[in-house]
């Protein structure tokens, strides 16, 4: 009889009874996996639980449980999966997608309710732990990272500085010298014109 049959009070009964590590069935007594990972349970048994259902549950085996059907034949239970292979003589269990609540004890059994040789299932308990599992800490190559940059101010980039153009420098020295000229023009005017009369007045 498996456990969680629909009478979880025999069931609990019969598991306070079961003696596990019975050499007709024997597997790994602990098993490691990390968060996020798959981890495989290998059982071995004798020839002459060929035929018998075996299973896989989380002590106190009163309801996560998962039992084979038949012969090589995948039966899944969300992330809980177990398959058995009569060819030899062994059944895996595997459980994916580790996560830290998995951790705890485990019993690998075969049901030998159908045998009257045995009172009780065979089983024997596996501890199961899990450890953190290592994080990518590399940027996402689909976000892109975007640097701002400030348009330049005046400060940073000043503007030429105020200064004459060369032809504006040579007009307004042209200027001064034109200026220049009619005021000395006019100074010759006005003192050699009286001299010029004075002299012409002596001749005269």
Known sequence: MTPGDGRPWLAAALLLLQVPGCSC???????????????SVQCQYEEEFRENAKYWCKSPCLGDIVVTKEADIEVRKDRLSIRDRPANLTFTVTLENLTESDAGTYRCGID????????????????????????STLPDPK???TTSQESPSS??????????????DQASKGEKRS???????RLLVFLEVPLVLSMLSAVL
């Open 25 to 39: 069935l024997s597997g790994p007594t602990s098993v490691t996996g990390p968060v996020g990972g798959t981890l």
């Open 112 to 135: 030998t309710s159908l045998l009257p040789e045995y009172l009780l299932d065979l089983n024997f308990q596996v501890a199961l732990s899990v450890t953190p599992g290592l994080q």
């Open 143 to 145: 976000q892109k990272t």
């Open 155 to 168: 400060s940073q980039h000043p503007g030429p500085s105020p200064r004459s153009h060369p032809i504006e």
């Open 179 to 185: 200026l220049l000229s009619r005021i000395y023009f």
